[in-house]
């Protein structure tokens, strides 16, 4: 857990200005037309309110996680970002879906190896227990895997980052948080320095009743 003095709440409407900007921020590869703005986190508020949360230090929020509940079949689980989010919209989401979607996982550079993306799991985790849900998936993007590209596949990387021979900046948090990589997904989103292919990562509910 932290060590930092760092409140998990709900997100608000008002909060969609500092959101936007620590989009950009946590996100400086990545094409802008993945990235949340303004009308994205009001939209995002306004549908599904439980699933959006920012991490706050003081008066200033520090991290961010936003999801939206769907339908998966895991055995085709090749999807693209933006047609999972509705491009960000969430109007897609299902009201009695199964399965919390990750659409967004952020802490600001200069707050993060803090545990603050690992508090803001905690409180998805919270919610899916509260609800019932049957897990968490994503689609996790693999910055590390760019300086190993010429000498093994996605698929190899991801299994060496499982078995913590190779670490990952955003691969290893999400596997110390429970998370397991259940394929890969090609051309997820476009990130002109990362790539565009991401891990499918899943998360099951332990207390997941059918
Ligand atoms: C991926 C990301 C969200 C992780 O956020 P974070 O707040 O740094 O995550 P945490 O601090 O919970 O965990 C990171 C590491 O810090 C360690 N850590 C946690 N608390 C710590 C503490 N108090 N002191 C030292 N280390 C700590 C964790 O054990 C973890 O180590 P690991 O990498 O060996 O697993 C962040 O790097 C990020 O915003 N990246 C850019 C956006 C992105 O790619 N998001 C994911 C999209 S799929």
Redesign the pocket.
């Known amino acids: 857990?932290?060590?930092?003095p760092v409140t998990i709440r709900q997100t608000r409407l008002e909060d969609a200005p500092e959101l936007e900007l620590l989009q950009q921020r946590?996100?400086p590869s990545?094409d802008p037309i993945h990235l949340f703005r303004h009308e994205h986190i009001v939209s995002q508020v306004t549908i599904f309110a439980a699933g959006q949360h920012v991490?706050v230090i003081g008066t200033q929020i520090?991290?961010m996680s936003s999801s939206l509940r769907l339908n998966i079949d895991l055995g085709h689980a090749q999807h693209a970002f933006d047609d999972m989010i509705a491009s960000g919209y969430f109007t897609n989401h299902i009201a009695h879906g199964e399965w919390l979607y990750?659409a967004?996982?952020?802490?600001?550079?200069e707050?993060?190896?803090?545990?603050?993306?690992?508090?803001?799991?905690a409180a998805r985790k919270v919610l899916i227990k509260t609800i019932n849900l049957r897990g968490m998936v994503?689609?996790?993007?693999?910055?590390g895997y760019r300086f190993h590209k010429a000498k093994m596949s996605l698929a190899e990387y991801a299994a060496k980052v499982a078995s913590g021979e190779l670490?990952?900046?955003?691969?290893?948090?999400?596997?110390?948080?429970g998370y397991t990589v259940r394929g890969i997904i090609h051309d997820y989103l476009h990130d002109a320095e990362?790539g565009n292919d991401?891990t499918l990562?899943v998360w099951d509910n332990p207390d997941y009743q059918a």
Not at 1 to 4: A, D, I, K, R, S
Not at 104 to 109: A, G, I, N, V, Y
Not at 138 to 143: C, K, L, S
Not at 167 to 177: C, E, F, G, S, V
Request: glycine share 12%; aromatic share 6%; net charge positive.
């Open positions: 857990m932290t060590n930092l946590c996100y990545l991490a520090v991290g990750g967004d996982m952020s802490t600001l550079p707050f993060r190896q803090r545990g603050i993306a690992s508090a803001l799991y994503g689609g996790g993007m693999v910055p670490k990952d900046p955003t691969l290893t948090p999400q596997l110390r948080n990362l991401a990562i």
